[in-house]
């Protein structure tokens, strides 16, 4: 998505004045009411001067460790759903509780999340503290219904998960 996120500016302004290609700059880079230009014209430089100069390379490498990493638990997540779907269409997924017990908590809440993405459901309103409840939800050994954002209802049963989102009323 950025191919050029791990070059620095002086390496690409070097670049494109030794091509001798043109190039714009949008103003709106430089607006400090966008923290993304906070970030890159007041923060990084005081991190880079006053604790370390390599910083911008670090956090480079912490975030590409991020997305190996984030790669990774996917590929799990996929594992694990591919396991415990029973059947699924736009707006209901029904799982086997079992196979959702198995796995550690944490892992769980990755690999709701993943469903939630490939069932396009809405995340927006989604707080670590619904991801938390639902995940304790599932582990546990109740029997229950549940509301959650985005109008996706649960429901608990035994060995069954089903989880459905409800038509949006504004849509009729």
């Known amino acids: 998505v950025r191919?050029?996120?791990k070059m620095s500016k002086e390496v690409?302004?070097?670049?494109l004045a030794e091509q001798r290609i043109a190039f714009r700059t949008d103003r709106s880079n430089e607006d400090r009411?966008?923290?993304?230009?906070?970030?890159?014209?007041?923060?990084?430089?005081?991190l880079r001067s006053h604790y370390n100069e390599q910083v911008?390379?670090?956090l480079c490498s912490l975030a590409e460790q991020a997305q190996e990493s984030l790669q990774t638990l996917d590929?799990?997540?996929?594992?694990?759903?591919a396991r415990a779907i029973l059947d699924r269409v736009t707006d209901v997924v029904r799982m086997d509780r079992g196979e959702l017990i198995a796995v550690p908590e944490p892992m769980l809440r990755h690999t709701l999340t993943l469903l939630w993405r490939q069932q396009d459901w809405q995340r927006r309103n989604r707080t670590t503290?619904?991801?938390?409840?639902?995940?304790?939800?599932?582990?546990?050994?109740?029997?229950t219904?549940?509301?959650l954002?985005?109008?996706?209802n649960l429901e608990a049963r035994r060995h069954l998960v089903r989880l459905r989102r409800m038509p949006d009323p504004s849509a009729s």
Do not use: C, K, T
Not at 33 to 43: K, V
Not at 75 to 81: F, P, T, W
Not at 129 to 143: F, Y
């Open 3 to 5: 191919p050029m996120l």
């Open 12 to 15: 690409i302004d070097r670049y």
């Open 33 to 46: 009411r966008f923290l993304r230009n906070r970030i890159r014209h007041e923060l990084l430089p005081q």
């Open 56 to 58: 911008v390379r670090h």
């Open 75 to 81: 590929m799990v997540a996929e594992e694990i759903l």
């Open 129 to 143: 503290e619904h991801w938390h409840r639902l995940s304790a939800i599932i582990r546990s050994d109740r029997e």
């Open 145 to 147: 219904a549940m509301s």
């Open 149 to 152: 954002p985005g109008r996706v």
